[in-house]
């Protein structure tokens, strides 16, 4: 009794230590973000293009980067959700949870989910060139998609091998046909965790620099087209650190905590949302 008494404190003290280590790197990420991005973030900043000079210290902002890593999320994360549903439906519902094709489908996803995303930005790149195409946004949206299609899928694929299948048997007793059930009881059964799939895809896809690094090129100017080059915050702040002048160097780091504070608020605003649908759901 005496050992397991001391096993379980030791473990303990392992606990408490490995996530106040977290805590504190995240802690100590954002307390560096603000303490020296927030001074530096202005009004034009937030409201005005780059302008001549700005990446030597003159005036602009960086609202095309802001506009383009918007762009760049939302598009990538509805193409990305109106494939991964249809596959994991069709893995969950149409095959036997545990086949071995529906086993074979998720080892490929882990696999994609794994691939840096820098070798997506290749294959991109490769694929532009084959067909002499040109950096653009809508180029982006499709790499950013291919990156976070598996993070969709096997995140909404785990929640729903949760539902018991109980609820799959109550609903064909009462003879729902297998899409009446997908699309009714077991999508609405697992939406809160489809709602957090979507969380993490969309920071994902908003915060990645190596797959948009080859595909959307960078511009000054805000793309009115998705055949446009766009500039996103990622790259912004890459190439604001890159420069020599202080000044610009700290507007990488106002921009880091720019693409923060968007993230951040999605977050705020999707557990808002999941909350109260848990609560008035019937």
């Known amino acids: 009794m005496k050992f397991r008494f001391i096993e379980e404190k030791i473990f303990k003290v392992l606990m408490i230590i490995a996530t106040a280590m977290i805590v504190g790197g995240l802690l100590a990420i954002l307390g560096t973000i603000i303490i020296k991005g927030l001074p530096s973030i202005s009004w034009s900043m937030i409201s005005q293009t780059p302008k001549g000079g700005y990446y030597l210290g003159k005036e602009g902002g960086i609202l095309n980067a802001i506009l383009g890593s918007v762009y760049l999320g939302i598009g990538s994360t ?28 998720r080892l490929c996803f882990d696999v994609m989910w794994g691939v840096p995303s820098i070798v997506y930005g290749a294959f991109g790149f ?14 982006a949206i499709i790499i950013v998609t291919i990156v976070i299609l598996p993070v969709i899928i096997r995140s909404v694929d785990e929640i729903i091998r949760m539902i018991s299948d109980g609820l799959f048997e109550a609903s064909y007793s009462l ?29 994902r896809a908003i915060g990645d620099a190596a797959a ?19 500039a996103t915050l990622p790259l912004a702040i890459f190439f604001q650190l890159s420069t020599p002048f202080p000044e610009v160097q700290q507007r990488a780091i106002a921009s880091a905590f720019i693409l923060t504070m968007i993230i ?19």
């Not at 959700?81 to 949870?97: E, H, R």
């Not at 948009?212 to 766009?230: E, I, R």
């Open 175 to 203: 003879g729902a046909t297998k899409l009446q059930t997908s699309v009714r009881v077991i999508l609405k059964q697992a939406s809160p965790g489809i709602i957090t799939a979507l969380l993490v895809a969309f920071g």
């Open 212 to 230: 948009v690094l080859f595909t959307a090129g960078y511009t000054d100017y805000v793309p009115t087209s998705l055949f446009q080059s766009a």
């Open 126 to 139: 490769t694929l532009m060139v084959l067909f002499g195409l040109k950096t653009s946004l809508l180029a």
């Open 78 to 105: 509805l193409i990305a959700v109106l494939l991964s549903l249809p596959v994991v439906i069709y893995m969950n519902v149409y095959l036997k949870k545990n086949s071995f094709f529906s086993n074979a489908l």
């Open 264 to 282: 951040l608020i999605t977050s705020l605003l999707a557990r808002y949302f999941t909350r109260n649908y848990k609560r008035y759901r019937v």
